[in-house]
């Protein structure tokens, strides 16, 4: 089978915190080096790996450092790894976003890409004109996109907003419009980012079905980044698990999960303080509020089926007009299936800078295994609209043991198919101070 794309020591270099290399000398120094003398670039010598966990000691970190993998045509790649894998600047340099230190990435054909929430979308045109701007960017004709219009649009099922500008669109109607305009605007490769877990349970499953249809009956290339191992599972053949930049696993999709899974090396901190990479960044997120440090207050390796799980989240107000919020308690499990979703009703928050918000989970009625917690805070319709202030991505982890045997679980980490439970937190459960 022909080869749609290849990676060939492919290097992406970065300077932290400035553009360039930072100095006029280092700047002159790296044009007389590789443009007069025609010698190597100097600072490319130099640089660690992407660990964002530790400080490290040089200002230039290699996000990604010698990538070398072929995708065949037609075959469905999913891309997994932890947050600074590496897996969004791949899917940048292949969508030609941003170009390589090193190397050389060969295509064949037009590429489609969804990276992030209205990628390729103008905010001040309409969801139609936006079709045929998208369109003509992959050099399809007006009447080519005619063709496929009403196939687009009733996908999306954004019919009725067609043509609103697209800046008044949830997150959730930007991502149904745009994978419906790169999925059926014809492209010989698709990228997908974890856009997708913006939308609701619903479009996720069309999406991909979508997406098997593209592979499997029209012989498409697709790229699939996702950390719902469920989702790669179901969709990909062959899978890539990236680490601090470097392809650490190649084999099938399910090889790839085993090996991801078993090297995750789960620790269990019971307080973290928040940095800006575990705040989610593919969805729209006001930061009215914003969560600083979250803790867990029970054993987070021995906890049970009848025990209550105690929540501190430290809250920051950005916004001091902001009088009332909900939180959203979110658990995963290992292989990023999300497995409950516990919510409040409307609360009416402190008048304080900073805050503290106790949560206690009962009755959380988990399986044994190890669990991830993500939190959101916002103003949430589950059926209509939804305004995010801050969204997580996982923060805390637990395992659950069997303590009680007689007790009945209603989520199995070994169950094929599975449905994420949603349960109110009463009002009584909850503290602020």
């Given at each position: 089978?022909?080869?749609?794309i290849?990676f060939?020591n492919i290097?992406?270099?970065?300077?932290?915190?400035l553009?360039?290399?930072g100095?006029?000398?280092?700047d002159?120094n790296?044009?007389?080096?590789t443009?007069?003398?025609?010698?190597?670039?100097?600072?490319?010598?130099?640089?660690?790996?992407?660990?964002?966990?530790?400080?490290?000691?040089?200002?230039?970190?290699?996000?990604?450092?010698?990538?070398n993998?072929?995708v065949?045509?037609g075959d469905?790649?999913?891309?997994?790894?932890?947050?600074g894998?590496?897996k969004?600047?791949l899917?940048?340099?292949?969508?030609?976003v941003?170009?390589?230190t090193?190397?050389?990435i060969r295509?064949?054909?037009?590429?489609?890409s969804?990276?992030?929430?209205?990628?390729g979308?103008?905010?001040?045109?309409?969801?139609?004109?936006?079709?045929?701007?998208?369109?003509?960017?992959?050099?399809?004709?007006?009447?080519e996109?005619?063709?496929?219009?009403d196939?687009?649009?009733?996908?999306?099922g954004?019919?009725?907003y067609?043509?609103?500008?697209?800046k008044r669109?949830?997150?959730g109607?930007?991502?149904?419009?745009?994978?419906?305009?790169?999925?059926?605007?014809?492209?010989?490769?698709?990228?997908?980012?974890e856009?997708?877990?913006?939308?609701?349970a619903?479009?996720?499953?069309?999406?991909?079905?979508?997406?098997?249809?593209?592979?499997?009956?029209e012989?498409?290339?697709?790229?699939?980044?996702?950390?719902?191992?469920?989702?790669?599972?179901?969709?990909?053949?062959?899978?890539?698990?990236?680490?601090?930049?470097q392809v650490a696993?190649?084999?099938s999709?399910e090889?790839?999960?085993?090996?991801?899974?078993s090297?995750?090396?789960?620790?269990?901190p019971t307080?973290?303080?928040?940095?800006?990479?575990?705040?989610?960044?593919?969805?729209?997120?006001?930061?009215?509020?914003?969560?600083?440090?979250?803790?867990l207050?029970?054993?987070?390796?021995e906890?049970?089926?009848?025990?209550?799980l105690?929540?501190?989240?430290?809250?920051?107000?950005?916004n001091r007009?902001?009088?009332?919020c909900?939180?959203?308690?979110?658990?995963?499990d290992?292989?990023?299936n999300?497995?409950?979703?516990?919510?409040?009703?409307?609360?009416?928050?402190p008048n304080?800078?900073?805050?503290?918000?106790?949560?206690?989970i009962?009755n959380?009625?988990?399986?044994?295994?190890?669990?991830?917690?993500?939190?959101?805070?916002?103003?949430?319709?589950f059926?209509?609209?939804?305004?995010?202030?801050?969204?997580?991505?996982?923060?805390l982890?637990?395992?659950?043991?069997?303590l009680?045997?007689?007790?009945?679980c209603?989520y199995?980490?070994n169950?094929?198919?599975?449905?994420?439970i949603y349960?109110?937190?009463?009002?009584s459960n909850?503290e602020f101070?």
């Amino acid at each position: 089978m022909a080869t749609a794309i290849e990676f060939e020591n492919i290097s992406k270099q970065y300077r932290l915190g400035l553009v360039s290399t930072g100095t006029l000398s280092h700047d002159l120094n790296r044009f007389w080096q590789t443009k007069i003398l025609r010698r190597e670039d100097p600072y490319l010598k130099v640089g660690e790996t992407n660990d964002r966990a530790s400080k490290g000691s040089s200002d230039y970190v290699w996000a990604l450092k010698d990538i070398n993998f072929k995708v065949e045509q037609g075959d469905v790649v999913g891309i997994i790894g932890r947050n600074g894998a590496g897996k969004s600047t791949l899917l940048k340099l292949l969508s030609r976003v941003t170009a390589p230190t090193t190397g050389i990435i060969r295509a064949k054909g037009r590429i489609a890409s969804l990276l992030e929430v209205g990628t390729g979308f103008h905010p001040e045109m309409t969801g139609r004109e936006n079709i045929y701007m998208n369109g003509a960017i992959m050099g399809m004709t007006r009447a080519e996109i005619s063709r496929k219009l009403d196939e687009i649009v009733d996908f999306s099922g954004c019919e009725r907003y067609l043509d609103t500008p697209v800046k008044r669109y949830s997150s959730g109607m930007t991502v149904r419009l745009g994978f419906a305009i790169a999925a059926h605007l014809e492209p010989e490769i698709l990228v997908v980012d974890e856009v997708l877990a913006v939308g609701d349970a619903e479009f996720q499953k069309k999406a991909i079905g979508k997406m098997q249809d593209v592979s499997k009956g029209e012989g498409r290339t697709v790229l699939f980044v996702s950390h719902n191992m469920g989702a790669v599972r179901n969709l990909c053949k062959t899978g890539i698990v990236l680490n601090q930049g470097q392809v650490a696993f190649e084999g099938s999709a399910e090889e790839a999960i085993g090996f991801y899974t078993s090297n995750q090396n789960i620790q269990f901190p019971t307080t973290r303080r928040l940095s800006s990479e575990d705040h989610l960044s593919n969805i729209a997120l006001t930061k009215n509020l914003e969560i600083i440090e979250a803790r867990l207050l029970n054993d987070p390796s021995e906890i049970g089926t009848d025990e209550d799980l105690s929540i501190e989240l430290i809250v920051q107000q950005n916004n001091r007009k902001k009088e009332y919020c909900q939180y959203t308690i979110l658990f995963y499990d290992d292989a990023g299936n999300r497995v409950e979703c516990f919510y409040t009703n409307l609360l009416h928050i402190p008048n304080k800078d900073t805050y503290t918000t106790k949560i206690i989970i009962k009755n959380h009625n988990l399986y044994q295994g190890t669990y991830t917690i993500r939190a959101t805070l916002g103003i949430r319709d589950f059926s209509t609209a939804v305004t995010n202030y801050d969204a997580t991505a996982d923060i805390l982890a637990f395992t659950v043991k069997y303590l009680s045997k007689n007790k009945k679980c209603e989520y199995s980490t070994n169950s094929k198919w599975y449905k994420s439970i949603y349960r109110n937190i009463e009002p009584s459960n909850i503290e602020f101070f």
